[in-house]
């Protein structure tokens, strides 16, 4: 059984040396498909959902290429990897929509802390108690995400010490979200942070996971996982929206009360608070050393690394992935484990010398010829 899923891509336009360049009024005017954010700076497409990963990958990399030619013909401009303003430019909102009140209380709270690059991952789930229950497992283990996805040791030109500096600094909110027990108490729970402003509207639930649908939070259809970094690398990317899936099958094949739902008897050894307490924690850990970091499991209560708990998923679900067919898609996950994610392989260029701007001007040219040589496999050029 594969699930329906899709992606948010959220990107930065740049000169080919990293400095970030706002250009999205003028992209979403001229171009099918892509949305603006509230800074100008970074620009978003959005694919369509798809069972098979092989219309996903076409997906990924078509907007991609059409995007890079029409910055093409503005001058010498292209796409920066990372999810931060690596480089420099945190001093200043650059206003993509003025006249958006949403935008307007976006920059006066948050400020460019929000100006960050991401993917958000989407996954199909109909059934409603069965989506809030996959989003309950997934919030305990999105930061096994978040660390092979980790891109984003920069930030103004200096290494912050975190490997996901856009993870550390995005302001979570509300700032504390529980796990909800069913459909009902998600509901409950947002009426409430519009009533008090903790939220803004539907939209304003910045967690790690959150259940999404056309008529948030009554109508609801999908899993959007919202903590990765920006995975620049289409294949990298599937591999790691594989690893979710799978690990979603299994749940959904479980279901409700089984040992993966964190809520079941017997499941885990903590309480629901303590288990949300866990998942930020985790969170937090896995911003700053990615693959490294040692998080508490949320069943046992022992301490693992991300990289050994990923390896265990890994060989876990396997089988299932052949079964289903997407073992060649999972399969590029060994690489990141065993070579790196982007941050790491970054920060260890940094720490040979290289500064952030050679890094990034060498990651921005790599990523092009990439997407050049995804694109002419897939017949796109």
């Known amino acids: 059984m594969l699930l329906s899923k899709g992606f948010e891509v959220e990107i930065y336009t740049s000169t080919p040396t990293g400095d970030v360049i706002g250009f999205s009024d003028r992209i979403v005017a001229n171009l099918h498909g892509f949305v603006r954010e509230p800074d100008s700076r970074n620009v978003e497409y959005i694919t369509p959902p798809f069972l098979k990963y092989e219309p996903l990958l076409m997906a990924l990399v078509e907007p991609r290429q059409k995007l890079r030619s029409y910055l093409r013909s503005l001058g010498d401009y292209t796409l920066m990897p990372g999810s931060t303003l690596a480089l420099g430019g945190t001093d200043h909102f650059y206003r993509s929509d003025p006249n958006n009140p949403y ?12 100006v960050t690059a991401s993917i958000h991952i989407n996954v199909g789930i109909p059934d409603l108690e069965l989506l809030i229950a996959a989003c309950r497992l997934i919030r305990l283990e999105a930061p096994l995400y978040l660390a092979l996805s980790a891109a984003s040791p ?5 290494a912050t010490g975190f490997h996901s500096s856009r993870w550390q600094m ?7 979200v529980p796990l ?9 729970w947002t009426e409430q942070q519009l009533q008090l402003g903790t939220m803004q509207n539907v939209r304003h639930l910045w967690s790690s996971v959150r259940p999404n649908g056309d008529n948030r939070p009554y109508n609801l259809n999908r899993l959007e996982l919202r903590i990765s970094d920006l995975v620049i690398d289409p294949v990298a990317l599937l591999a790691i929206t594989s690893l979710l899936e799978m690990r979603l099958t299994q749940f959904l094949e479980a279901g409700i009360g089984s040992s993966l739902d964190p809520l079941a008897p017997n499941s885990s050894k903590f ?3 303590e288990l949300a307490e866990i998942a930020d924690r985790n969170e937090i850990a896995a911003a700053t050393n990615s693959l490294d970091a040692v998080l508490t499991h949320w069943q046992t209560g022992e301490e693992i690394t991300a990289r050994e708990w990923v390896s265990n998923l890994y060989e876990e679900l396997r089988s299932r992935a052949k079964d289903s067919g997407v073992w060649c898609f999972l399969s590029p996950l060994k690489k990141i484990l065993e070579q790196g994610n982007e941050a790491q392989r970054w920060l260890a260029a940094y720490h040979n010398g290289l500064s952030p701007r050679q890094i990034m001007t060498d990651a921005i040219a790599s990523a092009e010829k990439m997407d050049k040589e995804l694109a002419e496999a897939l017949l796109l050029i």
């Open 170 to 176: 995005f302001p979570k909110t509300p700032k504390e």
């Open 180 to 188: 909800f027990r069913d459909h009902h108490h998600f509901v409950e």
């Open 271 to 273: 309480t629901p608070s």
């Open 154 to 158: 920069f930030l103004n030109g200096k």
């Open 103 to 114: 935008h307007t209380y976006i920059e006066q709270t948050y400020g460019t802390d929000v």
